[in-house]
């Protein structure tokens, strides 16, 4: 890989911030857009702006022939079957939404399981809290070892004949753990149930095989993935989404309307009711088109390159906790003693660093840590070894600067 002109590509990159060049290591919340993405977004509103679907002049063609064709760039990115199991929504939030609104409400009943874990973003949380409540169903959690990983004899004993549902995150947006999904969706299938695949933080980062994993849904994001914001996908196994009811009713989903009642159209489309996203769509097609022109492996062992030099020089500065296992996708999330870290986080923007700190959306996970928050770098494709060396210079300046304060 040539990081640096890969660098090139992306605009944003290339400014100052409080005087000092941008290190943007906060990919883990959302990516950088290279000016393909840019340009391809910007093309579809000055020369085919059109809602697709429904006209048969020139600009409607173009505009569907675009959207469509996004859906089956997604197919070839992730290995699904069909473009059928493809639905666009407005990302990784919605599309669990769907499936714990459409799927789980209507197959789940008292004493029926639901089966999760602690290291889960909120949005693959809440609507499993919600689906439970409307349902009756238990929550349960998979324990965590003490290095933030999930245990395959875990996993056995807390999945029964009674779960109907498992939802696991691909990748931890806070410790960087990479679950064996794989396994898990074969211990689901044993057990009869379904599995649901938070890919927001994997299918940026690695080669994603639906089929391979084997599981029953997957959903992810364009935004993380060098994409525009407001549009995601979920993947279904086609049988599953066949047998699942919409939850947007409306224009675009419809096969046909009476006075009393309607049916819908085939899939996808009965998923995506009203105008969609399509100038996201159009987008996120052009950053697959992008992110595979670089390469997935290439990308993975870039990353796993920059999460091993972070965990060293981080580790190397007295008074810092780092959370997570050694084995990691592209995150080091940590804190220095004594320093909050939004504290860290401000220190680091004056010295034109750009990192994350809270509870990244993931409070069961913090009360696990047993922390109130934590500052977290990510790193993509365009990541160097310079920038985590920036990164280590400003964590010192911040511990000397708190330091004199105290």
Excluded at 300 to 324: M, N
Excluded at 354 to 372: E, I, N, S, Y
Aim: aromatic share 8%; hydrophobic share 40%; proline share 4%.
């Amino acid at each position: 890989m040539d990081v640096k002109a890969i660098r090139q590509q992306f605009p944003a990159l290339n400014q100052e911030v409080n005087g000092h060049p941008l290190v943007y290591l906060d990919s883990s919340a959302t990516s950088q857009k290279p000016q393909s993405v840019i340009d391809a977004v910007d093309t579809y509103y000055r020369q085919d702006n059109s809602n697709v679907h429904r006209g048969v002049h020139t600009l409607g063609t173009r505009a569907t022939e675009k959207y469509e064709g996004s859906r089956e760039k997604v197919r070839r990115f992730i290995n699904a079957d069909s473009t059928a199991e493809i639905i666009f929504t407005r990302g990784t939030t919605t599309s669990i939404n769907t499936v714990a609104y459409s799927y789980a409400r209507a197959n789940l009943t008292t004493g029926d399981e639901i089966v999760i874990n602690p290291m889960e973003h909120h949005s693959n949380i809440i609507p499993w809290q919600q689906a439970a409540k409307a349902t009756g169903a238990t929550l349960k959690y998979i324990p965590l070892q003490d290095d933030g990983t999930i245990a395959i004899k875990d996993v056995q004993e807390t999945v029964t004949a009674n779960t109907k549902i498992v939802a696991v995150t691909h990748v931890s947006n806070v410790l960087g753990t990479i679950n064996p999904v794989k396994e898990i969706a074969q211990i689901a299938h044993d057990n009869g149930a379904v599995i649901l695949v938070d890919g927001a933080q994997g299918a940026p980062h690695m080669k994603v095989d639906v089929k391979a994993i084997d599981c029953d849904f997957y959903a992810f994001s364009g935004h993380k993935m060098c994409g525009p914001t407001g549009i995601g996908v979920l993947y279904g196994k086609r049988d599953l989404l066949e047998n699942m009811e919409p939850v947007e009713f409306g224009g675009e989903m419809i096969d046909f309307v009476n006075l009393y009642d309607s049916t819908w159209k085939e899939l996808p489309w009965k998923f995506e009711g009203g105008t969609p996203i399509i100038a996201g769509a159009v987008g996120l097609g052009a950053a697959i088109d992008f992110l595979n022109e670089v390469g997935m492996d290439n990308i993975a062992a870039h990353e796993h390159k920059l999460a091993a030099y972070a965990l060293k020089k981080i580790r190397s500065i007295d008074g810092v906790s780092v959370f997570g296992p050694e084995e990691r996708a592209a995150l080091v999330t940590f804190n220095l003693d004594d320093v909050h870290p939004h504290d860290t986080a401000t220190v680091l923007d004056a010295e034109g660093i750009a990192v994350r700190a809270g509870h990244h959306c993931a409070q069961p996970l913090m009360k696990w840590l047993d922390v109130t928050a934590t500052a977290r770098a990510s790193f993509y494709l365009y990541n160097t070894e310079e920038d985590i060396d920036r990164l280590v210079d400003g964590l010192l300046k911040t511990k000397e600067y708190f330091g004199d304060v105290f």
